[in-house]
């Protein structure tokens, strides 16, 4: 599979398939194929990739570890630069369909309505990862530095849910809801079980030998 991943091809090929929705949502647009409310369909089509991307970026990780496939790293990166393209159109979807592009009504809206504060909350927080997704960041802020805050991927994961769970709330609909928390949950918790693992003392041979060896002692003194 790495040999796969490294072909000069991967990176090209995976990053058509990551705009394909994209692609998808603006050939409807144009054509009148989003429904009776195209508005309202791309509002919630945008979000939905942004939610689906942050998930493919949390797999990445237990994905690269359980198949042994390092190359997988190669496209964090990118693809935590679509989960913001994503949430980037879903705010603007949003702005132009909903408020007209009227910013005090915007700024007045995100303050009223919780779900509406959380999900630019989660966008708030997904910009700084998407200004330092490139290797300069990561040299000026240091390796460990620049580690630390692409860990808010993991609130932001949290928020993304949030959002989406009062979304759905209006409607009284969960069932998508509880999809995306599942995996959510799984992708966290492999997490906390990879990191308790490691942290884990594990028995040195020498106190595994020493054991034995005065285990043996203590049976030839007793038989003889």
């Given amino acids: 599979m790495n040999k796969l991943l490294m072909h000069p091809a991967a990176k090209p090929v995976i990053f058509l398939l990551c705009l394909l929705p994209f692609a998808r949502l603006a050939y409807g647009a144009f ?18 990739w942004t939610l689906r991307f942050i998930c493919i970026v949390l ?11 390092n190359a997988l790293a190669r496209f964090r990166r990118m693809l935590g630069l679509f989960a913001y393209f994503y ?4 705010l603007l979807c ?3 369909f909903d408020m007209g592009f009227e910013w005090a009504d915007i700024a007045k809206d ?3 309505r919780p779900f509406i504060l959380v999900g630019f909350s989660a966008f708030v927080l997904l910009t700084p ?6 290797n300069r960041a990561i040299k000026a802020m240091g390796a460990k530095r620049w580690q630390m805050l692409h860990k808010l991927v993991y609130p932001i994961a949290g928020l993304g849910l949030l959002h989406f769970f009062w979304m759905r709330a209006g409607k009284n609909d969960f069932a998508e809801v509880f999809v995306y928390a599942a ?6 918790g492999w ?15 020498g106190v595994r030998g020493g054991s034995r060896n005065s285990s043996e002692k203590s049976l030839r003194s007793s038989t003889g």
């Fill in 31 to 48: 054509t009148g194929g989003l429904g009776a409310n195209p508005a309202e369909f791309l509002i919630r089509a945008t979000g939905d």
């Fill in 59 to 69: 797999a990445v990780t237990p994905l690269r570890v359980m198949a042994k496939a």
């Fill in 87 to 90: 949430v980037v159109l879903h």
């Fill in 94 to 96: 949003y702005s132009w």
């Fill in 110 to 112: 995100i303050a009223k």
């Fill in 129 to 134: 990862l998407a200004a330092t997704s490139f």
């Fill in 183 to 188: 995996i959510i949950v799984v992708l966290l």
């Fill in 191 to 205: 997490r906390v079980w990879n990191y308790a693992s490691k942290r884990r003392p594990k028995p040195s041979a």
